[in-house]
């Protein structure tokens, strides 16, 4: 009896440990900070030790809970987490995707002036994105005095590309938007509401899809629940809404071939939603929609009925995109010679262009790997996380394949049609990258692309593990696994944190 109180005492010591070892960590970096710090560090100790705590008791207590519960449950308590402390502008990319759905919100769907790259912003917003002292973000003003939207700057929009992406992307942040106006939100309120929209929307469908994923849920719940992507849909980050489209239409996909469902109109508009939805996302992931081709014939009416269906599905998911892309690239302040330039270069030396590539991957193999799970690529490169937090959640990421059977056969040419939509994204997000951003930051033929990051090919990761080998034997004991994985992501929320206090604010 005793043996088993000491057991029970073990997990807890280990993670007093650990967080004592960040505490000390960061007086040691800061040796004069303030009291006021030392507390808040204490506050979000204490906040997440009882997110954690709350959550495994759960599981433990109720041993039949579903996976899409248990998904649920852990992505709204440290999502939000993730909402409310993050500081303000800070999230990945944070500052563009707050600005261009505004444009979007007042109607400027398409910007009138990109050559300045500017959006016409109220100057209490303004102000408040351009305070360079964090802690001005939240000062009393900023959390009680409503936006006037009468009196308007132009402003930098921080990001060249983002002014040509599709307003479909930005439904939950105009949503946002429109409430703030409409409710007289101040402009720190208004950042809270638009993280909150986004965050909303990329849960529901999410759920939804989990309860729909009739294979490796607990693989895509810890996939799904990692800091990094937590980190990302609780923001106002645009990747949000594409993450959680690209998961439901995989997990939709998968349900019918596992249930050999008759595919009815009902099937039909919903598949089509979902994918004009992921091709208003970047050009390339058109590509992802293809997997709409492994669903077996058996699964329509006739042969009819699936050409039909699936041709009127790619035709018009591609006419969306590149009627946007079109339309976007016309209004372009990207110099386009600098494409051209770096395009003509691919093309004559394709060998070297092949080894820049291959090169770029090998190199920084650790750091892509590790940025699925946490890392540098959170919060603009200022987020830094233990890298043995990582690897430990990263091992339980691995081991979390091989605690449920595949049991959906896949034909060798769906098989390969999988692969090739994964290869086709990867060299495209890759090329993409290399054509435009490396070339206007790094010159023509520079020897590495620049720019890749991991959460562009999260979506390819549940698609990837349907080409690898069925696991012989089966780990039991999931429920352990996503524990752990709870603990975890308390340790790397409260280490995220608290590199973002030190490196922000005046400690």
Same mark, same amino acid.
């Given at each position: 009896?005793?043996?088993?109180?000491l057991?029970?005492?073990?997990?807890?010591?280990?993670?007093?440990?650990?967080?004592?070892?960040?505490?000390?960590?960061?007086?040691?970096?800061?040796?004069?900070?303030t009291i006021?710090?030392?507390?808040?560090?204490?506050?979000?100790?204490i906040?997440?030790?009882?997110?954690?705590?709350?959550?495994?008791?759960?599981?433990?207590?109720?041993?039949?809970?579903?996976?899409?519960?248990?998904?649920?449950?852990?992505?709204?308590?440290?999502?939000?987490?993730?909402l409310?402390?993050?500081?303000?502008?800070l999230?990945?990319?944070?500052?563009?995707h707050?600005?261009?759905?505004?444009?979007?919100?007042?109607?400027d769907?398409?910007?009138?002036?990109?050559?300045?790259?500017?959006t016409?912003?109220p100057?209490?917003?303004?102000?408040?994105?351009?305070?360079k002292?964090?802690s001005?973000?939240?000062?009393?003003?900023? %959390?009680?005095k409503?936006v006037?939207?009468?009196?308007?700057?132009?402003?930098?929009?921080?990001d060249?590309?983002?002014?040509?992406?599709?307003p479909?992307?930005?439904?939950?942040q105009v949503i946002?938007?429109?409430?703030s106006?409409l409710?007289?939100l101040?402009?720190?309120?208004?950042?809270?509401?638009?993280r909150f929209?986004?965050?909303?929307?990329?849960?529901?469908?999410?759920?939804?899809?989990?309860k729909?994923?009739?294979?490796?849920?607990?693989?895509?719940?810890?996939?799904?629940?990692?800091?990094?992507?937590?980190s990302?849909v609780?923001?106002c980050?645009y990747?949000?809404?594409?993450?959680s489209?690209?998961l439901?239409?995989?997990?939709?996909?998968? #349900?019918?071939?596992?249930y050999?469902?008759?595919?009815?109109?009902?099937?039909?508009?919903i598949?089509?939603?979902i994918?004009l939805?992921?091709s208003?996302?970047?050009?390339?992931?058109?590509?992802?929609?293809?997997?709409?081709?492994?669903?077996?014939?058996e699964?329509?009416?006739n042969?009819?009925?699936?050409?039909?269906?699936?041709?009127?599905i790619?035709?018009?998911?591609?006419?969306?995109?590149?009627g946007?892309?079109?339309?976007?690239m016309?209004?372009s302040?990207t110099g386009?010679?600098?494409?051209t330039?770096?395009?003509?270069?691919?093309?004559?030396?394709?060998?070297?262009?092949?080894?820049?590539f291959i090169?770029?991957?090998?190199?920084?193999?650790f750091?892509?790997?590790?940025n699925v799970?946490a890392g540098?690529e959170m919060?603009?490169?200022?987020?830094? %996380?233990?890298?043995?937090?990582v690897?430990?959640?990263?091992?339980?990421?691995?081991?979390?394949?091989?605690?449920?059977? #595949?049991?959906i056969?896949?034909?060798?040419?769906?098989?390969?049609?999988?692969?090739?939509?994964?290869?086709?994204?990867?060299?495209?997000?890759?090329?993409?990258?290399?054509?435009?951003?490396?070339a206007?930051?790094s010159?023509?033929?520079?020897?590495?692309?620049?720019g890749?990051?991991s959460?562009?090919?999260?979506c390819?990761?549940?698609?990837?593990i349907?080409?690898?080998?069925?696991p012989?034997?089966i780990?039991? #004991?999931s429920?352990?696994?996503?524990?752990?994985s709870?603990?975890? #992501?308390?340790?790397?929320?409260?280490?995220?944190i608290k590199?973002?206090?030190?490196n922000l604010f005046?400690v």
């Open positions: 009896m005793q043996k088993e109180k057991k029970k005492l073990i997990v807890p010591l280990i993670m007093l440990i650990a967080e004592l070892f960040l505490f000390f960590q960061m007086v040691s970096s800061k040796p004069n900070i006021k710090y030392k507390v808040m560090f204490l506050v979000i100790c906040l997440s030790n009882l997110v954690a705590y709350v959550l495994v008791k759960v599981i433990n207590k109720y041993k039949k809970i579903k996976l899409e519960n248990i998904f649920l449950g852990i992505a709204i308590s440290f999502g939000f987490l993730y409310i402390f993050i500081p303000a502008i999230g990945t990319d944070e500052l563009p707050f600005l261009r759905p505004y444009q979007i919100s007042v109607g769907v398409i910007v009138k002036h990109p050559e300045k790259n500017e016409q912003i100057k209490d917003l303004g102000s408040f994105v351009g305070e002292d964090m001005k973000r939240y000062s009393k003003e900023r %959390i009680l409503s006037d939207y009468s009196d308007t700057e132009s402003l930098w929009n921080g060249v590309t983002s002014i040509r992406y599709s479909v992307s930005y439904i939950p946002g938007f429109w409430l106006r409710f007289g101040s402009p720190l309120l208004t950042l809270f509401l638009v929209c986004n965050f909303s929307v990329w849960l529901a469908i999410s759920y939804f899809a989990f729909l994923l009739p294979i490796k849920k607990t693989f895509a719940l810890l996939l799904y629940t990692a800091p990094s992507v937590l990302i609780s923001t980050s990747d949000a809404l594409a993450l489209l690209m439901l239409l995989i997990a939709y996909i998968l #349900n019918i071939i596992k050999k469902k008759s595919i009815t109109k009902k099937d039909f508009l598949l089509l939603l994918s939805g992921i208003t996302y970047k050009v390339f992931y058109i590509i992802y929609i293809l997997l709409l081709l492994i669903i077996p014939k699964c329509y009416k042969k009819k009925q699936k050409i039909t269906y699936t041709l009127l790619l035709i018009l998911s591609f006419l969306l995109d590149f946007w892309y079109a339309v976007s016309a209004s302040v386009s010679s600098v494409i330039e770096q395009l003509k270069f691919i093309l004559m030396h394709p060998i070297k262009y092949l080894f820049i090169n770029t991957y090998v190199n920084d193999i750091y892509y790997v590790t799970i540098s919060c603009y490169g200022l987020a830094r %996380i233990n890298q043995l937090f690897l430990i959640y990263l091992g339980l990421l691995i081991s979390s394949y091989f605690v449920e059977k #595949n049991n056969e896949l034909k060798k040419s769906s098989k390969f049609l999988i692969a090739f939509v994964c290869l086709a994204i990867f060299a495209l997000v890759s090329t993409t990258l290399y054509l435009e951003w490396t206007n930051k010159g023509i033929g520079a020897s590495k692309i620049i890749i990051q959460r562009y090919f999260v390819l990761i549940i698609p990837f349907l080409l690898l080998p069925k012989k034997k780990l039991k #004991n429920k352990k696994i996503i524990c752990f709870i603990l975890l #992501n308390s340790l790397m929320f409260i280490d995220c590199s973002l206090l030190l005046n």
